[in-house]
């Protein structure tokens, strides 16, 4: 029986997957850039929790301001006005581009935010090897990034976003650039290691069907300027895959939302 | 496979060196110009030979590469951490960059007279003339490799946890290599030019022999065969220097991450 929540109209959410305070906390966060008649709003008062272990999926048209959403939460970017709340450290940041450094090997790019935090060697070794294992890169550990297909380059940098320890994830379409196949797989991977090391990941794509196959809840955002302009709670149990009927059903209801939103935004 | 691949690299650059060296010996045996003025590839060779039998050769290569590679090696100290600091302190960059931009394209030849002046006519001259032909380059190669480093690899850099030096260990210095290496490598064309330049000026008795004394000698004597043979000699060395040193450098730097050209 697929079951579909129905959105919620209130856009302070209380949903927490574990006891305790939420992971991340956005408190009427505004983004202006530049200043005077030039000055463009990215985002207008956002507020959001994320609750620990909780996989929030946002997703919105081009141009929303997804991305500055999450350089606030990384720690990138500084509001201009309201509150940025993170708990447990830096969060690790995952990017549509790897972003992986070219004169390092796959393993020494895992291997750099243990050095960054003065891991003693040995255990570097044993824990890059173990990452790399856990996204199925230990047969390349000694190859270049660009000797890597797009798909295990991003294997590369998940593996170093784990490296980091940090109990947030945060996520800008990093499967945007790679094929539906490799794509499938990635999801897969994704969704076990989260929930075996209970991380609280906010995911942005524009790929609504990626965000319900993935997420615990999808944020929508509307643009211009970027501001919340829905919440749908995915309450299909898991494993999913991305072609469950009830994932496109709820893809279907979260898109015909975005279209509305579109709408408005074009006719203004 | 790989042998017929070179082959096909080197052949048209060894039939253009064929083709002039032919349009100079049938210019010589047309006595365009008088034989003192126009020698021919073999007199100019025979030159070659007894020079290299006294050892003039050999003593002027190294005497004048020992003076390039010192004078090189002040401006990569010197370069260096000027083009570091002009691109990561506004300050400086406001106060000397355009000073540096300046020096860059003033020809280094001038120098050679307040060297002289200052340091007299001997070797420190020649070195301080290379230094200041070379070291705006190595610095200025700085600045525009650390400016391209892609502001992805910065942010992931701060992302991962690394700020101040460490994000310029490991990230912002590293990215900017091959840059810094162009620089470096043109850096050694403009010393290799000054060393020139200043060898050819400066006369002292004590001074050692090195190749811009040999071309003035080729002068002062009104020996041509002499002057070609040192004028191919330096030829020679520059374009040795940069394909035994900069070329195979650059190339491994360029292999590493898979940068264009790295197959060329």
Same mark, same amino acid.
Request: net charge positive; proline share 9%.
């Given at each position: 029986m697929n079951r579909v929540l129905a959105p919620i109209a209130a856009l302070s959410p209380a949903f927490t997957a574990l006891p @305790?305070?939420?992971?991340? #906390?956005?408190d009427a966060v505004s983004r202006v850039f530049g200043s005077g008649p030039q000055a463009v709003a990215a985002l207008d008062r956002v507020s959001l929790e994320v609750g620990r272990g909780e996989f929030v999926c946002v997703v919105g048209a081009s141009g929303c301001g997804k991305s500055t959403l999450l350089a606030l939460i990384a720690g990138l970017d500084r509001p201009t006005e309201g509150r940025v709340e993170v708990e447990g450290g830096r969060p690790a940041l995952m990017f549509q581009d790897a972003g992986l450094l070219?004169?390092?090997?796959?393993? #020494?790019?895992?291997?750099?935010?243990l050095r960054l935090r003065r891991v003693p060697r040995a255990e570097r070794v044993d824990e890059v090897e173990r990452l790399l294992r856990l996204v199925h890169l230990d047969a390349v550990a000694d190859r270049r990034p660009h000797q890597l297909s797009g798909g295990m380059r991003q294997r590369v940098a998940l593996a170093r976003a784990l490296a980091q320890h940090s109990e947030v994830l945060l996520m800008d379409e990093p499967f945007a650039a790679v094929d539906a196949i490799t794509r499938d797989l990635l999801h897969e991977d994704l969704a076990r290691i989260a929930a075996e090391r209970a991380m609280s990941v906010v995911f942005v794509t524009h790929n609504v069907r990626e965000a319900?196959?993935? =997420?615990?809840?999808?944020?929508?955002? =509307?643009?211009r300027p970027g501001r919340l302009a829905g919440e749908f709670e995915v309450d299909i149990p898991r494993p999913r895959r991305?072609?469950?009927?009830?994932? @496109?059903?709820l893809a279907l209801r979260i898109t015909a939302r975005l279209r509305e939103e579109m709408g408005r935004h074009a006719r203004d | 496979m790989r042998v017929t691949e070179r082959l096909r690299r080197v052949v048209p650059g060894l039939c %253009? %060196? $064929?083709?002039?060296?032919?349009?100079? &010996?049938?210019? *010589?045996?047309?006595?365009?110009?008088?034989?003192? +003025?126009?020698?021919?590839?073999a007199d100019v060779w025979s030159t070659f030979a007894a020079q290299w039998r006294e050892g003039h050769v050999t003593g002027a290569v190294s005497t004048s590469l020992g003076r390039g590679g010192v004078g090189f090696a002040l401006a990569l100290l010197i370069g260096t951490p000027l083009g570091l600091l002009m691109a990561r302190v506004a300050t400086v960059r406001l106060a000397v960059g355009s000073l540096v931009a300046a020096l860059q394209s003033l020809p280094s030849v001038v120098w050679v007279v307040p060297g002289l002046l200052l340091l007299g006519p001997g070797g420190a001259t020649i070195v301080f003339v290379v230094v200041v032909g070379a070291f705006p380059s190595v610095a200025l190669g700085a600045v525009a490799a650390i400016e391209q480093t892609p502001p992805l690899l910065v942010d992931v850099g701060r992302s991962l946890g690394a700020r101040g030096l460490a994000l310029h260990r490991h990230v912002l210095l590293p990215a900017a290599?091959?840059?810094? +290496? %162009?620089?470096?490598? &043109?850096?050694?064309? !403009? $010393?290799?030019?000054? +060393?020139? $330049? %200043?060898?050819?000026?400066t006369q002292s008795a004590d001074l050692g022999l090195g190749l811009g004394q040999l071309l003035d000698a080729g002068r002062q004597t009104l020996d041509m065969s002499l002057s070609i043979m040192a004028i191919l000699v330096i030829l020679g /060395?520059?374009? *040795? /220097?940069?394909?035994? /040193? !900069?070329?195979?450098?650059?190339?491994?730097v360029n292999r590493r991450r898979g940068l264009g050209g790295a197959r060329a």
């Open positions: @305790g305070p939420p992971a991340i #906390r956005l070219p004169w390092l090997s796959v393993a #020494r790019n895992v291997d750099l935010p319900v196959r993935l =997420g615990d809840r999808v944020l929508l955002l =509307g643009s991305i072609e469950d009927p009830a994932v @496109g059903a | %253009a %060196a $064929a083709l002039l060296l032919g349009a100079w &010996q049938l210019a *010589a045996s047309l006595h365009v110009r008088p034989a003192y +003025l126009l020698p021919a590839p290599l091959p840059g810094y +290496l %162009a620089g470096a490598r &043109q850096a050694w064309s !403009f $010393a290799w030019r000054s +060393l020139m $330049a %200043a060898e050819l000026i /060395v520059g374009v *040795a /220097v940069d394909g035994l /040193v !900069f070329s195979p450098l650059t190339r491994t």
